[in-house]
């Protein structure tokens, strides 16, 4: 395995401590999400409208906070503003036992979803930072930690809640949040030091905000996350309901399918990393744009032992675009702006979970599920057609061998 090749830990040892950090933090905090959040909702008298608002509420508001953050890790340092995340990763939890009411799990959950406005973008900032290895390799490997962590964690949780009440779990989530403070502790951070003149001003803000969007790459690296997550939110959304409503469609192959999806992306991120450095980025976010919309197409010839095929193509096309386009994006950013980067990149992916299941379920109210399925594959070809067709004018670095 490509993980194992590894030299030693001392030499990755930051980046084994940030992938231990942002595991725990997000592994717990997944804990208090689902299936809990939208029970706990319920149980205060929330209706379905306002539990939907209340589980979407927190990625609604990384929209703007992300960019934020973001530009704040690039002046400031990144491991400072960890530090931050995980005060608010492991008090917030204590706190829910004292919501009342509806808009006291409105705000709570607003404030709680600043830490996962802190994490992502500094995290990921955090890790294209450091030297060892290739880019995409880091990445693929450090994006191992949410699929681990959408694996497990909603499991945990139903089983938890099914001996302990829901304000207990919440306090459990908090003590557990407490253990990333040891791997945090042991980080290095030197990214600060980069910048010229650590003193933030107005000036300095606007000018890191408008460098990030002046480059293409960033918003070609953004637009596609938000596209590939605004797909496979969709599906999560609405697949179940397609499922179910096949002949001899089960509950049971509606999770079995997101199990083997999360799988299959997990185990193709590292192979994408290696075709990444072999045979560039543009070849990689091509064939798993392919790969992601050949899934799609399949899903209108649906079968009982044909589905978990479909759930295989969607996750590969997923390992090999997600830690490509992430990468790429690093290459084409200064040092010193990389955070602001990452802030843009996840506000981007934000957008794509938020508007993604809205569009798909206007679509779904007028046509039936082969054809929204088959327009959003129509989709991503047109987009992988533009991608091929411009990718020289958009990217200016030379992505061959670009490690060596």
Known sequence: MPFLNFASFKGRRDFFCIFAVDFILRWFYQLGKTPLLPLYAAAIGAGEIMIGFIVGISTSSGIILKPIFG????????????????????????????????????????????????????????????????????LAYFGISRSLVSLSAPITAGVALTVFDFETVFIFIGFGSIFAMIPLFLIRDNSASNNINNNISWKK????????????????????????????????????????????????????????????????RPIGAQLADKKGYRVTIIFGMLLLASGLLLVNVFTENFFLII????????????????????????????GTAMGVYGSLRNIGKVIGPVCAGFALANYNFSLVFMALASIIVVIAFLVMLFWNKIVRKNIFNHFH
């Open 71 to 138: 530009i704040l890790s690039d002046f400031w340092g990144k491991k400072v503003w960890l530090c931050v995340a995980l005060v608010i990763f492991t008090c917030t939890p204590f706190a829910y036992q004292f919501v009342s009411s509806e808009q006291d799990l409105v705000f709570l959950r607003l404030f709680h979803g600043i830490s996962t406005a802190i994490l992502g973008p500094v995290g990921l900032a955090y890790v294209v930072h450091l030297n060892n290895d290739t880019q995409t390799k880091r």
């Open 311 to 338: 759930a295989i193509f969607i996750g590969a096309g997923q390992g090999f675009i997600f830690p490509t386009s992430v990468a790429m994006l690093a290459d084409e950013v200064k040092k010193n702006y990389r």
């Open 205 to 268: 803000i606007g000018i890191a905000f408008h460098y990030i969007i002046s480059i293409p790459a960033v918003w070609m690296a953004g637009l596609l996350e938000m596209l590939v997550y605004s797909i496979v939110y969709s599906l999560r959304a609405f697949l179940p309901l397609f499922i179910i409503s096949q002949d001899n469609g089960t509950i049971l192959q509606a999770g079995l399918f997101f199990s083997i999806q999360e799988i299959t992306h997990m185990l193709c």
